[in-house]
């Protein structure tokens, strides 16, 4: 199969490739065209996943192609974004119709729960590696950024932590557990639900937020120096779920929770006063620390003792000692 045969039956062709809402010009030209409204911004983001890093290889190209792009969507959520678009920059070690139908199957049932259209990528052979670039729309100075958090405003997450740090040893076939557990751990890890709704929900109210990748403490350490602000974290007060306490234990779960990665929750910074409303529309919202004058992240146990453990998430590249 050819590249450019390959491109047309796999990508040109999928339902979230026609053109639509937003996209004036599509696969197949030099350039996409996208329409932004007057009074708008476009937000974009740029994700690579390499095979063996940032999934197993081999992996059901299926989950792969909806993890994918869920991952890379979720960059628009943590801005306050409504998803237009995205690219697919795709390396293949082979051609594979078998492979790339399900790839695109993934890539398409979540492109389209996502609301977002493929308009564009490059194909070329080497090592497994996805590329992902998503673009979005906001209101102009409306966008959730990391640097607005103030002393005073409430530390929230908008939902269950750790889920898919605990699915790993699953994924790695390094554990196995009942389906009661396995299942809800492995959904996470494999199909994130990007949270849009409540990212577009916080526009105007949120004083920061970002999207949890790399554990809670150290993608909070970003919003602590964006902002030059403090940050508590109160680690009794971390929403575990039941499957993963019933697998890791009370403990290990917290763990997770503040230092395993790919969770793709929002995590933000909220006045006080705006919580009771979006409690009351039905938002997902755990209070799980307070933003205070001073710098950098510190966990708190029950008894208001400072428990910040020393490592944090996972870096690429380390500081150098
Ligand atoms: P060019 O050589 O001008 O960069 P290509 O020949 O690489 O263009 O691609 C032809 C068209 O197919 C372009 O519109 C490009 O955006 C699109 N395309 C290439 N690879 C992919 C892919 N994996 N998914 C979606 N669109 C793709
Ligand atoms: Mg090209």
Not at 82 to 96: E, Q, R, V
Not at 138 to 156: E, F, N
Not at 194 to 220: V, Y
Not at 224 to 252: C, D, H, W, Y
Request: charged share 15%; aromatic share 4%; hydrophobic share 45%.
């Amino acid at each position: 199969m050819g590249e450019f045969e390959l491109i047309r039956n796999y990508f040109a062709a999928a339902p979230c490739a026609q053109a639509g809402e937003g996209v004036a010009l599509g696969i197949g030209d030099d350039c996409a065209l996208l329409a932004v409204p007057a009074g708008e911004q476009l937000a974009i983001s740029t994700d690579t996943l390499v095979a063996g890093v940032h999934f197993a290889d081999p992996c059901d190209p299926f989950l792969l192609g909806q993890r994918s792009l869920a991952v890379a969507v979720s960059d628009l959520a943590a801005m306050g974004a409504t998803p237009l678009a995205f690219t697919l920059a795709l390396t293949l070690p082979m051609d594979s119709a078998d492979w790339l139908q399900a790839f695109a199957r993934g890539l398409n049932a979540m492109a389209q729960s996502c609301g977002v259209r493929l308009v564009g990528g490059d194909t070329t052979r080497g090592p497994l590696s996805l590329t992902m670039t998503v673009l979005g729309r906001v209101p102009t100075g409306l966008a959730l950024t990391r640097s607005g958090a103030q002393p005073g405003d409430l530390l929230c997450v908008g939902g269950e932590l750790g889920n898919a740090a605990g699915a790993l040893p699953l994924v790695l076939g390094q554990r196995t557990a009942e389906p009661a557990i396995a299942e809800p751990l492995l959904a996470h890890y494999w199909s994130p639900q990007p949270q849009l709704a409540l990212g577009q929900a916080l526009r105007g109210k949120a004083t920061s937020a970002l999207d949890i990748s790399d554990g809670l403490l150290a993608d909070c350490g970003h919003i602590a120096t964006a902002s030059a602000v403090g940050l508590l974290i109160e680690s009794e007060k971390l929403p575990l779920s039941k499957a993963l306490r019933a697998f890791l234990g009370q403990n290990a779960a917290r763990v997770a929770a503040l230092s395993g990665g790919d969770d793709y929750v929002l995590a933000f910074t909220l006045p006080p006063a705006e919580l009771p409303q979006l409690l009351a529309d039905g938002w997902p919202v755990h209070v799980v620390g307070r933003v205070v004058a001073g710098q950098g992240v510190t966990l708190l146990a029950a008894d208001g003792q400072d428990i910040t453990p020393a490592t944090r998430g996972y870096q690429h590249f380390r500081e150098t000692p």
